[in-house]
């Protein structure tokens, strides 16, 4: 572990196919779009994906938990996927031994 943050991620099934995945992760950089619709139908989009979505959300929000505004949308998403989630959440949180910096606090508050 680096930082506080996990280095080995926990993985789902891996039953996604690389278009489902390519899908998952169009939605979530729409998901960040400054345009209000857009953010909307990514948001609808990931949470149909359900936990495979989830997966792809959490790896995401390891990687940008220093930005604030894209943190709260990808929570947004996670709120909407509901518990699915929990699956990639919980053992995700479970790998965090400590918290080292600001971002490291910030993405357990999160996830």
Do not use: W
């Not at 929990?86 to 949180?93: G, R």
């Amino acid at each position: 572990m680096e930082g506080g943050t996990p280095m080995n991620r926990p993985e789902l099934s891996g039953a996604q196919t690389p278009t489902t995945l390519l899908k998952i992760r169009t939605s979530i950089k729409n998901l960040l779009s400054d345009d209000f619709t857009t953010r909307g139908i990514s948001l609808e989009q990931l949470e149909k994906y359900g936990a495979e979505a989830a997966q792809e959300i959490v790896q995401t929000m390891l990687k940008m938990a220093d930005k604030p505004h894209a943190m709260n949308r990808l929570c947004e998403a996670l709120e909407e996927i509901g518990k699915p989630s929990m699956d990639y959440i919980i053992p995700t949180l479970h790998q965090i031994t400590e918290i080292r910096k600001p971002t490291d606090a910030y993405l357990v508050l999160n996830l």
